[in-house]
C-alpha cells in the first residue's frame, strides 16, 4: 500500500515548514513514507467482547462494533438471544452495550441500527421504529426514559445520530416531510431540549444532507452534501460553514474530538485531512474504517466489495504501522482513545476457543 501527501497551494517554503512543526507539536499529520513501516510484532491484547458477561458464547452473528470515546464502552449488534440474563424482548432489538470493565452486557430494547454511546455509558441513541417511520431514539440508560429525535411531525423521521462525549448535543439527519424538500441536519441539545439546523443547501429534493459527524464538545459538526459528494464543517459557536473535503465525491467517515481533521472515502481511496492547514495524507485504493478521537490514528483496509478484509491501524505522525487482523472489518466510532480497536470478523482463530461459528466482535488493544 502506498500513501501520499498534498501541501495547500500559496504558502511559502518557510510558512509551510512553520506549519508543519507546528502540526507535529499538536498531534496533527505527518508526511507519509512511500512504504509506511509495520511495527514490530508484538503481544498485542485481543479479547472477544460479544459473548455474555460469564464468558458464554452467543448463539448467533455479531458485528459492527463501536467504542465510546474514552473505550470505556463498546456497541454491537448481535442476533443472539442468550448474551443478557433477561428473557429476550419481542421486538428483540439487536443493539447490546457492554461495560468494557465488567463484561456486564446491556441490550437496547427496540433497537434497529446506528447506535452511539456517551462517555459514562448513560446515554444511548439508536434507530427505531417510531409511529409512522423509522426515527433516532435517547434512552436514558439511569432513568430508563426514552424519547424521540425528531424536529417535525412523527410523518417526519430521522436517523444517522451520532452525539457529543457527555451526551448533550446529538446531530442527525432530519429526514423531510415533504418530497420536494431535502433532508438536513440538525443538533439536538439536551440542556436546552432546542434543535438547531446546521447544514445549508439549496432547497432542492435530491441535495439531501446527510452523513453528520460531531466533535466532541458538540461545537463542529461535518457532514455530506448527497447531491455533488461536497462535505462541510459547521462551527455552532460562530456560525460559519467551511467546504473541507479536496473535491470529487466523497464519503465522510469520522471528525476528530476537536473538529480540526477528517477522514473521507473518495472514489479513488480514503484520506486524512487537517482541515486547517490542508495537510492531506492519502490511502489508494483503501477504505478509511474509523478516525480515533484525538485524530492521530487512522483504522482501513481494503476498498474491495468484501466485507472482511487485513485491517490496518496507522499512527499518522510517525506513519507506522500494525496489522490489526487479516480478515477483519471496522465501522465508524471502532477506534478510541489509546489506540484501542474493535472489529468484527467470522474467522475462528482471532481468540482460542471460538467455537460458535458464526461472526464475533473483539476488542484489540497494542498493549
Do not use: C
Not at 144 to 172: C, L, N, P
Not at 296 to 318: I, W
Request: aromatic share 6%; no cysteine.
Amino acid at each position: 500500500m502506498t500513501s501520499s501527501t498534498t501541501h495547500p497551494t500559496g504558502v511559502s517554503r518557510a510558512a509551510l515548514a512553520a506549519a508543519l512543526t507546528a502540526l507535529l507539536t499538536t498531534g496533527g499529520l505527518s508526511a507519509a513514507h512511500a512504504e509506511p513501516p509495520v511495527a514490530p510484532a508484538g503481544a498485542p491484547r485481543v479479547e472477544r467482547v460479544s459473548v455474555a458477561a460469564d464468558g458464554t458464547e452467543g448463539n448467533g452473528g455479531s458485528s459492527h462494533g463501536r467504542l465510546s470515546r474514552n473505550g470505556a464502552f463498546t456497541l454491537f449488534s448481535s442476533a443472539a438471544t442468550n448474551l443478557t440474563p433477561e428473557p429476550t424482548p419481542r421486538p428483540p432489538g439487536p443493539v447490546h452495550l457492554r461495560d468494557n470493565a465488567t463484561g456486564e452486557i446491556t441490550r437496547i430494547r427496540e433497537s434497529l441500527q446506528d447506535p452511539a454511546v456517551s462517555d459514562d455509558g448513560r446515554y444511548v441513541t439508536y434507530l427505531g421504529w417510531g409511529s409512522h417511520t423509522t426515527n433516532v431514539k435517547l434512552v436514558n440508560l439511569e432513568t430508563g426514559q426514552t424519547m424521540i429525535i425528531r424536529h417535525g411531525s412523527s410523518k417526519a423521521g430521522s436517523g444517522q445520530a451520532v452525539m457529543s462525549a457527555d451526551g448533550r448535543y446529538i446531530a442527525f439527519r432530519q429526514n423531510s416531510e415533504h418530497p420536494q424538500d431535502p433532508d438536513r441536519v440538525e443538533v439536538y441539545d439536551q440542556e436546552t431540549g432546542t434543535y438547531e439546523v446546521v447544514s445549508d443547501g439549496p432547497p432542492v429534493s435530491d441535495r439531501d444532507m446527510v452523513q453528520p459527524a460531531i466533535s466532541a464538545d458538540g461545537r463542529y459538526v461535518a457532514y455530506r452534501d448527497s447531491k455533488t459528494g461536497d462535505v462541510w464543517l459547521t462551527d455552532r459557536q460562530s456560525g460559519t460553514r467551511t467546504r473541507v473535503d479536496d473535491g470529487g465525491s466523497s464519503q465522510l467517515v469520522q471528525l476528530s474530538d476537536d473538529g480540526r481533521v477528517i477522514a473521507v472515502n473518495a472514489a479513488d481511496g480514503a484520506y486524512v485531512r487537517d482541515v486547517r492547514t490542508g495537510e492531506t495524507t492519502r490511502f489508494p485504493g483503501k477504505r478509511a474504517a474509523a478516525l480515533s478521537p484525538d485524530g492521530r490514528r487512522l483504522l482501513y483496509q481494503d476498498a474491495g466489495p468484501t466485507a472482511y478484509s487485513e485491517l490496518r491501524l496507522r499512527h499518522l505522525p510517525s506513519g507506522k504501522e500494525t496489522v490489526v487482523h487479516g480478515h477483519a472489518r471496522g465501522v465508524p466510532g471502532a477506534l478510541a482513545d489509546k489506540g484501542r480497536v474493535v472489529f468484527d470478523s467470522d474467522a475462528a482463530d482471532v481468540v482460542p476457543g471460538d467455537t460458535n461459528g458464526v461472526p464475533d466482535v473483539f476488542q484489540w488493544s497494542a498493549r
